[in-house]
C-alpha cells in the first residue's frame, strides 16, 4: 500500500508527528545546548582554502572514467557506488562554485553522470546494485567481477540527497534524475513500516533481505526518502537508544542488541557531520531560518555532544581526536573509528566487530567539516596536523594515526569529496534547499494513468 497518510507527517519536523519521542532531551542530561548556536566559518575562501580544495578536485581528475563519466571510489581502483556517486557530485558543485571546471567542463560531466543513471543496469528486484565498475558501468561485486550482488538503501538515501542538491543547483537538469529515480522499486528499500531495508543476493539466486542502519546514519538518510515524499518513519525515530556518560558529556547510542539485529553499532562522526553540512541539523522544510538556528534540536545536540566529547579528550587526556569511518592500506581495509562501540569509549572497529586500535586515525575529512562547523582553537589544532596530509598531484590522504603521527596514505573519493563539501559550505552555508517548484515527478505522482508505482506517492483525488 502507498503511504499516503504518512506525507504530510513526513514534511514536517524529524521531532513532529511523534517521531522523536518525548524524552531524548532529558536523557542528554549534561548537553551543553549553548554550542547549538554556534556559527563555524562562513564567507569566501581565502587563497589557502581555494588551495586545499584544488589539492582534493585533482583526486577526481586523476581518478575519472572517461568511457562512462565515472569517478573511483578508491584512488585507481575502478570500482563505485552510489554513496560515491553522491560523493561525486558533491564534488562536481564545489567545482562548479570555485570555477576549477568551465560551464561546458561541468555540462559534460553532469550529463555523463545522468546518462549512466538513467541506463545502468538494476539488481534483480529493480534497485541500484551495490557496486558497480568505472569503465563498464555494469553491476559487480566487491571483486569487481560482474555480478549482482544486492543493493544498499543507506547508499541510495545517501544519493537521494544529493540528486536534491543537484536539482537545486541545476533546475534544468531536474527532469533527467527525476526520469532515474522513477526506475527505481522503492518497495525494496523502505519497508510499510517505515524501515530501511538492504539485500543480498546469493549464489543461488536467493535473496536475502536484512534491516539497515544505526543511530545517525539512518536519521540521516531518512532525508533522501522524505525528499523523495517516501517515508522511513520508523527509522526516522532515535529509539531504541542509550546513553553512555564520556568525561561528563552524554552521548546517546543505538539501543538495537547486536545479537538480534546482527549489526554494529559504533557512534561516528560522519553522519552527524553531514546533517550538519547539508542540512544545517535543520528540518528537511525548513528554507527561512538562518543558519544560527537549528529546527531539527535534538539532532543539533547530539552532533554538538560528539564534537564536544572528542574535544573534552584533548583537553583531559593531550590525545588529538577527529573521529570517522574511514580506509585503511591493509586488512581490514575498513573500520569504523568510534567514539563508542561493543561498550567501549575511543574503540576502532571492522565490520565484522574485531577491535583495531592501532588504526585509529585523526581523520582528514572530519578534521576538516568540524573545523568548519566549529570555530574553536581545538578545531584550529586539527587543522594544524591535517593540513599537510595531502599528494600534491593525487589528492588527500586519509588522515594521521592517532598512536604514532604516520600517514594513512590511503586516498579516496570520500575524503576527497569531504574536504570539498566542508569548503562549499563555509563559501555559502547550508547545502540542501527546499524546492517548491513543479518537477517532472510532480506530474507523474499526479497522474492517475501513467503513475510509476512502486511504493511513490499518489497525489491525484
Same mark, same amino acid.
Given at each position: 500500500? &502507498?503511504?499516503?497518510?504518512?506525507?504530510?507527517?513526513?514534511?514536517?519536523?524529524?521531532?513532529?508527528?511523534?517521531?522523536?519521542?518525548?524524552?531524548?532531551?532529558?536523557?542528554?542530561?549534561?548537553?551543553?545546548?549553548?554550542?547549538?548556536?554556534?556559527?563555524?566559518?562562513?564567507?569566501?575562501?581565502?587563497?589557502?582554502?581555494?588551495?586545499?580544495?584544488?589539492?582534493?578536485?585533482?583526486?577526481?581528475?586523476?581518478?575519472?572514467?572517461?568511457?562512462?563519466?565515472?569517478?573511483?571510489?578508491?584512488?585507481?581502483?575502478?570500482?563505485?557506488?552510489?554513496?560515491?556517486?553522491?560523493?561525486?557530485?558533491?564534488?562536481?558543485?564545489?567545482?562548479?562554485? *570555485?570555477?576549477?571546471?568551465?560551464?561546458?567542463?561541468?555540462?559534460?560531466?553532469?550529463?555523463?553522470?545522468?546518462?549512466?543513471?538513467?541506463?545502468?543496469?538494476?539488481?534483480?528486484?529493480?534497485?541500484?546494485?551495490?557496486?558497480?565498475?568505472?569503465?563498464?558501468?555494469?553491476?559487480?561485486?566487491?571483486?569487481?567481477?560482474?555480478? @549482482?550482488?544486492?543493493?544498499?538503501?543507506?547508499?541510495?538515501?545517501?544519493?537521494?540527497?544529493?540528486?536534491?542538491?543537484?536539482?537545486?543547483?541545476?533546475?534544468? *537538469?531536474?527532469?533527467?534524475?527525476?526520469?532515474?529515480?522513477?526506475?527505481?522499486?522503492?518497495?525494496?528499500?523502505?519497508?510499510?513500516?517505515?524501515?530501511?531495508?538492504?539485500?543480498?543476493?546469493?549464489?543461488?539466486?536467493?535473496?536475502?533481505?536484512?534491516?539497515?542502519?544505526?543511530?545517525?546514519?539512518?536519521?540521516?538518510?531518512?532525508?533522501?526518502?522524505?525528499?523523495?515524499?517516501?517515508?522511513?518513519?520508523?527509522?526516522?525515530?532515535? @529509539?531504541?537508544?542509550?546513553?553512555?556518560?564520556?568525561?561528563?558529556?552524554?552521548?546517546? *547510542?543505538?539501543?538495537?542488541?547486536?545479537?538480534?539485529? @546482527?549489526?554494529?553499532?559504533?557512534?561516528?562522526?560522519?553522519?552527524?557531520?553531514?546533517?550538519?553540512?547539508?542540512?544545517?541539523?535543520?528540518?528537511?522544510?525548513?528554507?527561512?531560518?538562518?543558519?544560527?538556528?537549528?529546527?531539527?534540536?535534538? &539532532?543539533?545536540?547530539?552532533?554538538?555532544?560528539?564534537?564536544?566529547?572528542?574535544?573534552?579528550?584533548?583537553?583531559?587526556?593531550?590525545?588529538?581526536?577527529?573521529?570517522?569511518?574511514?580506509?585503511?592500506?591493509?586488512?581490514?581495509?575498513?573500520?569504523?573509528?568510534?567514539?563508542?562501540? &561493543?561498550?567501549?569509549?575511543?574503540?576502532?572497529?571492522?565490520?565484522?566487530?574485531?577491535?583495531?586500535?592501532?588504526?585509529?586515525?585523526?581523520?582528514?575529512?572530519?578534521?576538516?567539516?568540524?573545523?568548519?562547523?566549529?570555530?574553536?582553537?581545538?578545531?584550529?589544532?586539527?587543522?594544524?596536523?591535517?593540513?599537510?596530509?595531502?599528494?600534491?598531484?593525487?589528492?588527500?590522504?586519509?588522515?594521521?594515526?592517532?598512536?604514532?603521527?604516520?600517514?594513512?596514505?590511503?586516498?579516496?573519493?570520500?575524503?576527497?569529496?569531504?574536504?570539498?563539501?566542508?569548503?562549499?559550505?563555509?563559501?555559502?552555508?547550508? &547545502?540542501?534547499?527546499?524546492?517548491?517548484?513543479?518537477?517532472?515527478?510532480?506530474?507523474?505522482?499526479?497522474?492517475?494513468?501513467?503513475?510509476?508505482?512502486?511504493?511513490?506517492?499518489?497525489?491525484?483525488?
Amino acid at each position: 500500500m &502507498l503511504r499516503k497518510g504518512l506525507i504530510a507527517c513526513s514534511l514536517l519536523a524529524l521531532t513532529s508527528c511523534g517521531v522523536v519521542y518525548q524524552g531524548v532531551q532529558d536523557g542528554l542530561t549534561t548537553m551543553n545546548t549553548s554550542q547549538v548556536l554556534r556559527q563555524g566559518r562562513y564567507g569566501e575562501l581565502t587563497e589557502q582554502e581555494l588551495a586545499w580544495a584544488q589539492t582534493a578536485w585533482v583526486y577526481v581528475e586523476n581518478n575519472t572514467q572517461l568511457q562512462t563519466g565515472l569517478v573511483n571510489s578508491i584512488d585507481n581502483y575502478p570500482s563505485t557506488n552510489m554513496s560515491s556517486l553522491a560523493d561525486y557530485l558533491v564534488a562536481l558543485m564545489a567545482a562548479q562554485e *570555485f570555477e576549477f571546471i568551465t560551464s561546458k567542463e561541468h555540462d559534460e560531466r553532469l550529463s555523463l553522470v545522468l546518462n549512466f543513471l538513467n541506463k545502468m543496469p538494476l539488481s534483480s528486484i529493480g534497485v541500484p546494485n551495490k557496486v558497480y565498475n568505472t569503465t563498464t558501468g555494469q553491476m559487480v561485486d566487491y571483486g569487481n567481477q560482474p555480478k @549482482d550482488i544486492g543493493w544498499s538503501s543507506i547508499d541510495v538515501g545517501r544519493l537521494l540527497i544529493v540528486l536534491a542538491m543537484t536539482k537545486q543547483r541545476n533546475p534544468e *537538469f531536474s527532469e533527467y534524475i527525476d526520469k532515474a529515480v522513477l526506475r527505481w522499486n522503492f518497495c525494496e528499500l523502505v519497508t510499510n513500516e517505515g524501515e530501511l531495508y538492504g539485500g543480498v543476493v546469493k549464489d543461488d539466486g536467493q535473496i536475502f533481505r536484512y534491516k539497515e542502519g544505526r543511530l545517525g546514519i539512518e536519521e540521516y538518510t531518512s532525508y533522501g526518502y522524505l525528499d523523495w515524499q517516501v517515508v522511513p518513519q520508523k527509522a526516522m525515530r532515535l @529509539d531504541p537508544y542509550e546513553v553512555i556518560t564520556i568525561n561528563g558529556i552524554d552521548i546517546m *547510542f543505538d539501543g538495537r542488541d547486536p545479537r538480534d539485529y @546482527d549489526v554494529l553499532r559504533p557512534v561516528y562522526s560522519n553522519p552527524f557531520l553531514k546533517l550538519g553540512l547539508e542540512f544545517n541539523w535543520d528540518d528537511i522544510n525548513d528554507n527561512t531560518s538562518s543558519d544560527a538556528k537549528h529546527t531539527n534540536d535534538t &539532532l543539533a545536540a547530539m552532533a554538538d555532544s560528539l564534537y564536544r566529547v572528542q574535544e573534552s579528550r584533548w583537553d583531559k587526556e593531550r590525545i588529538y581526536t577527529a573521529r570517522g569511518s574511514h580506509v585503511v592500506s591493509g586488512a581490514p581495509y575498513f573500520v569504523y573509528d568510534s567514539i563508542y562501540a &561493543l561498550g567501549t569509549p575511543w574503540i576502532t572497529v571492522a565490520e565484522d566487530g574485531s577491535d583495531h586500535d592501532e588504526l585509529a586515525l585523526i581523520s582528514t575529512q572530519a578534521a576538516f567539516q568540524m573545523w568548519t562547523l566549529w570555530k574553536t582553537d581545538y578545531t584550529d589544532r586539527l587543522m594544524v596536523l591535517v593540513r599537510e596530509l595531502y599528494d600534491a598531484d593525487r589528492g588527500w590522504y586519509e588522515g594521521r594515526y592517532e598512536l604514532t603521527s604516520g600517514y594513512e596514505k590511503s586516498i579516496t573519493l570520500n575524503t576527497n569529496a569531504g574536504v570539498l563539501e566542508a569548503l562549499l559550505y563555509k563559501a555559502n552555508g547550508k &547545502l540542501y534547499q527546499p524546492n517548491k517548484a513543479l518537477e517532472y515527478r510532480d506530474v507523474k505522482f499526479n497522474s492517475r494513468f501513467d503513475h510509476p508505482g512502486r511504493c511513490l506517492v499518489e497525489t491525484f483525488k
